[in-house]
Structure formats: C-alpha cells, structure tokens
C-alpha cells in the first residue's frame, strides 16, 4: 500500500512529496483498479495546483478583506483577526481518510453492508477547505460592565456577524454552499440556515467550537471555507482541549471503529484506517522535510505548510479604543 509517511524522510519540499506521493498513488490506483485511491490522488492533485498557481490568492484575500473593513467600521469596540490558511498535507491526509473510515463504518454499523465505491469516493469529494479563512472575535474587558456576560455578549456579536457574511461575499462573486447537516442552527436567520455548519450549539467529542460555511470562489474556481469563532473558542481549539487531548480521544475512537468493521472485508476501510493510524503515530522530530522542523510533536517550527498549514492572510485589527480614537 502506498503511504505519505514513507515520502517524509528525504529532505523533499511539500510540492515535490505531493507529486511523487500522488503519481505512485495514482499508478497503484490504475494497476489494482482501485477507484477511492484514484480520486484520493486527484483530491492531492488539486493542492498542487493551488500551491503552483496561487496568483488568484492575492485578489481572494482582497475581497475577504472588504468583510475585514466592513467589520471594522460596523464594530469598532471589537477586538478580531482575521487569518487565511492553505491546509497542510498531513491535515488534507488525515481528512481524506478520516472521512472514508467515519462513513464505511457508520454505514456498515446502520445496514450491516458495505457501501459502494462511488458512494466513498464522495467522502473525498466533500472536503471543501483546501483554502480556509478564519474571523476571531473578541470583547475587550474595558468595554465589559461587572454584570456583564462576556460569552453571551461574544456569541450575540458572532452570529450577528454569521448573518451578514452570506450577502457580503456573494455580492462579490462568493456563492455560500450548502452544508448538508440537518441539525440546522437555531441562531442563524432562517434563509441562511442550510449554509452553516454550528459547532458552537453541537460542539464535537474535543470541545471544538465554530461555525463554518463554505463558498464558490467563480474568480478563481475554487472552494473556500471560513470559520468564525470568539477568542475562548480560538484557544481551546488550538491550545487547550480540543488540541492537546484530540489525538488520545481520537486514536480511541478509530480503534472502536476498527474493532466494529472486521479486518478484510472492505479494502477501502482498511486502507483508510491504516493510513490514519500511520499518521497519528508520526514523530515529526525524526522526519525531514525542506523548511520543517520540530523538537517533539508539540514544539514545531513549520515554515512549508506540511503540519500546521500555510498562512496566506495575516490580517489583525485592535480595536479603534486601542489607538485611543475613541
């Protein structure tokens, strides 16, 4: 079976590890006939593309930079940033077979069969943030009274924002992509309610909180999502909980999945789930990767965009009080 993780240790760039990784998977995909793998490769294909020819990233960050003034004049007591990022190989790697083990094993456990190979190669279709940008809001205390509720007056603000991006982006060549979830938020006006994805009223096993939504770039032709959380919701995503007990919780849950679907009887699932397990058990201090580098898997210094992603928006606003114009 081919593997990312035996690309990592020749000193290669991203882009070089992509197109090796993605051709020797491909050619695997052809000689056995394996259609998953197949739309696996191509699914890599596109974050060549977008790594070689990301000219059209410059215009994109500039409309989304417009929802970043509006934002700015609308609400100036706020504090908020605004980042963009292109998402790291292993994260689309995990994502890809993340989806394909999550949707055999749900569907095998609900209909004691197993589901086509068009219907898998869909779970790679549905990842639509190879290029996600993220609003992070917050309320100064300055600005709090003591009786204040900081989280219910962020959360009021946040979906209050939520509600105005759809419009925002379409008048600008975004069209918002409908989400699929059925548990719709109850937060969010009413029309705009298919669009978001809200991990805030249903948060996931790590504690994540955010609401998501994805567009159709028609400039570039590309899928982009943005994510909108408050400050506290930041931190417990990238240094409290939902980061640092993730990769126990989740190491847990794919081997009760693993123990439910019995080995052999679906190829895709065992690929998928070996790739996985492969990845959560890396030790990115001992791999060598052109501009990475990392002491343990907690202290990384990631300058190619392999494991945390590639900044392509740092935008930072402070609030208009904090340059004391108010």
């Known amino acids: 079976m081919v593997l990312l993780n035996d690309y990592l240790y020749n000193g290669d760039t991203v882009v070089k590890i992509?197109?090796?990784?993605?051709?020797?998977?491909?050619?695997?995909?052809?000689?056995?006939?394996?259609?998953?793998?197949?739309?696996?490769?191509?699914?890599?294909?596109?974050?060549?593309?977008?790594?070689?020819?990301?000219?059209?990233?410059?215009?994109?960050?500039?409309?989304?930079?417009?929802?970043?003034?509006?934002?700015?004049?609308?609400?100036?007591?706020?504090?908020?940033?605004?980042?963009?990022?292109?998402?790291?190989l292993i994260r689309l790697e995990e994502k890809i077979n993340g989806n394909i083990v999550e949707f055999i094993h749900n569907y095998y456990c609900t209909t004691g069969e197993f589901p086509s190979e068009t219907d898998i190669k869909k779970q790679i279709g549905r990842i639509k943030d190879l290029i996600a940008y993220r609003i992070v809001i917050a309320m100064p205390a300055c600005h709090l009274k003591p009786e204040d509720n900081r989280r219910e007056i962020e959360l009021k603000y946040l979906y209050e924002i939520a509600n105005a991006l759809p419009d925002f982006l379409e008048e600008r060549g975004f069209e918002p992509e409908i989400s699929g979830k059925d548990d719709l938020s109850l937060h969010i006006d009413d029309r705009l309610k298919p669009y978001y994805r809200d991990y805030i009223e249903k948060p996931n096993m790590f504690g994540y909180q955010s609401l998501h939504i994805s567009f159709f770039d028609n400039a570039?032709?590309?899928?982009?999502?943005?994510?909108?959380?408050?400050?506290?919701?930041?931190?417990?995503?990238?240094?409290?909980?939902?980061?640092?007990?993730?990769?126990?919780?989740?190491?847990?849950?794919?081997?009760?999945?693993?123990?439910?679907?019995?080995?052999?009887?679906?190829?895709?699932?065992?690929?998928?789930?070996?790739?996985?397990?492969?990845?959560?058990?890396?030790?990115?201090?001992?791999?060598?990767?052109?501009?990475?580098?990392?002491?343990?898997?907690?202290?990384?210094?990631?300058?190619?965009?392999?494991?945390?992603?590639?900044?392509?928006?740092?935008?930072?606003?402070?609030?208009?009080?904090?340059?004391?114009?108010?």
């Open 18 to 88: 992509l197109h090796r990784y993605s051709q020797d998977l491909k050619a695997d995909a052809i000689e056995k006939g394996n259609g998953v793998d197949l739309a696996h490769s191509n699914c890599l294909l596109q974050m060549i593309e977008l790594l070689e020819h990301n000219d059209f990233l410059t215009g994109q960050a500039q409309q989304i930079r417009e929802f970043y003034k509006y934002l700015a004049d609308r609400y100036p007591f706020l504090a908020f940033t605004f980042k963009g990022r292109i998402k790291s």
């Open 220 to 326: 570039s032709r590309s899928n982009i999502e943005v994510q909108l959380r408050t400050k506290e919701m930041d931190d417990i995503a990238e240094i409290g909980p939902a980061n640092h007990l993730g990769y126990e919780k989740r190491q847990e849950k794919e081997r009760a999945r693993r123990e439910e679907v019995p080995v052999g009887e679906n190829q895709y699932f065992d690929d998928a789930y070996e790739r996985g397990m492969k990845l959560q058990q890396l030790e990115l201090n001992k791999i060598d990767v052109n501009m990475f580098g990392a002491i343990d898997n907690s202290l990384v210094n990631d300058g190619c965009g392999l494991y945390r992603g590639r900044l392509i928006l740092p935008y930072e606003h402070l609030s208009r009080f904090q340059n004391d114009l108010i």
